[in-house]
Nanobody, 120 residues
Framework: QVQLVETGGGLVQAGGSLRLSCSASGRTINDYAMGWFRQAPGKERETVAS????????NYAESVKGRFTIARDSAKNSVYLQMNSLTPEDTAVYYCGVDRKYLAQKYDYWGQGTRVTVSS
């Protein structure tokens, strides 16, 4: 069983930046592909970034490509999402999840989420 806790959300003006953190406990996440996905009211869940087990492969949704960066730190059993040039369209609750395989977007575990609000 893996417990995930997302932190780092908040209110930011358009053009600003936030860094989300996802800390895991219970077992290591180093053997798993990970992803960040978001849920906005009235919209479908969207995976914004994925990272492979090794961390060498990364993938981004077109909507965030060039603005968001996913990273992982095996020593800290954590995953991060650096978000730059934020727009109001990025407003959502952001979750990190343990993916069944890289890019599958089928998450077996996820946290409670952290809310990101971008004001115009």
């Amino acid at each position: 069983q893996v417990q995930l806790v997302e932190t780092g959300g908040g209110l930011v003006q358009a053009g600003g930046s936030l860094r989300l953190s996802c800390s895991a406990s219970g077992r290591t996440i180093n053997d798993y592909a990970m992803g960040w996905f978001r849920q906005a009211p009235g919209k479908e869940r969207e995976t914004v970034a994925s990272i492979s087990t090794s961390g060498l492969s990364k993938n981004y949704a077109e909507s965030v490509k060039g603005r968001f960066t996913i990273a992982r730190d095996s020593a800290k059993n954590s995953v991060y999402l650096q978000m730059n040039s934020l727009t109001p369209e990025d407003t959502a609750v952001y979750y990190c999840g343990v993916d069944r395989k890289y890019l599958a977007q089928k998450y077996d575990y996820w946290g409670q989420g952290t809310r990101v609000t971008v004001s115009s």
